[in-house]
C-alpha cells in the first residue's frame, strides 16, 4: 500500500470514529428525536395535565406541562383561576407549570424534581407525566401516553 493510500484509509478511519462520536448521546440516553407527550388519564376537577417534550440529538430541547378542560381551554390561561389559586396557595398555573417544565429541558433523563410549595399535588403529576413521557422517548413513540393517578389522589 502506497503512503498516500495509507493516509487516505487513516483519515476515513479517524472521520468515521469522529462522526460516529456525534451521536453518543442519544445512544447513551436512548431518547429518539421527536415529539412526545404524556397524559393523565382523567380529569381532576376539570382539569386534565399533559407533558409534551421535543427531543433533539437525545436532550430534551422544549417542555411543555399544563392542563387541559373538556374544551380544550388551557388552565394556565385562566385569569380567574390564577385570582382564586395564587391567594390561598402562593402559586397559580402559569407559575408552576413554568417551573417543573423548566426542570425537565435539556435533560437527558428525568431529573429528581424540586418541588413548589402550593403545587405539591401537581409535582405528583408531573414526575409521573416526565417519567412517561421519557419512557416514549427512548422507545421513539410518539403516541400519546395516558398516566393513571396515583391510588392516593383519587
Not at 415529539?35 to 421535543?54: L, P
Request: glycine residues 8%; hydrophobic residues 40%; charged residues 20%.
Amino acid at each position: 500500500m502506497k503512503k498516500w493510500e495509507m493516509s487516505v484509509l487513516l483519515f476515513a478511519l479517524t472521520f468515521t470514529f469522529i462522526l460516529g462520536g456525534c451521536g453518543m448521546k442519544q445512544q447513551e440516553t436512548g431518547m429518539k428525536d421527536g415529539s412526545y407527550t404524556a397524559q393523565m388519564a382523567v380529569y381532576s376537577y376539570g382539569w386534565r395535565e399533559y407533558v409534551t417534550i421535543t427531543v433533539r440529538n437525545g436532550e430534551i430541547v422544549t417542555t411543555e406541562y399544563n392542563a387541559e378542560n373538556p374544551s380544550g381551554f388551557i388552565k394556565s390561561w385562566d385569569n380567574a383561576y390564577m385570582n382564586n389559586m395564587r391567594p390561598v396557595t402562593g402559586t397559580y398555573p402559569n407559575e408552576y407549570t413554568r417551573y417543573y417544565a423548566a426542570q425537565l429541558t435539556r435533560q437527558t433523563s428525568v431529573p429528581e424534581i424540586e418541588t413548589l410549595t402550593g403545587a405539591t399535588s401537581s409535582e405528583a403529576n408531573f414526575r409521573l407525566l416526565a417519567q412517561a413521557v421519557v419512557e416514549q422517548a427512548i422507545k421513539g413513540d410518539s403516541t400519546v401516553a395516558i398516566v393513571e393517578a396515583l391510588a392516593a389522589e383519587e
